[in-house]
């Protein structure tokens, strides 16, 4: 494939991905900790165990700052 074809297709599969940001169709992953209700709608993770890993590890980079310090 040319330089040329290659510069085509990227321009093609970003306008693709601009046409679903504007419809609303662009899906995104979630979060570590998020889930997504099949309303489509996301939510808190509802495991204990879960949250309670997520608050733990959070903790400390809220305490400190930043995530590098940790």
Known sequence: MSEAELQVLKH???AGKRAQAARGALGMPM???S???PSG???QEPDAPA???LARICEPCARVGTIHAV
């Open 51 to 53: 949250q309670a890993v």
């Open 31 to 33: 979060p570590r900790g």
């Open 12 to 14: 093609r599969r970003m």
């Open 35 to 37: 889930v997504r209700r």
């Open 41 to 43: 709608e996301g939510m």
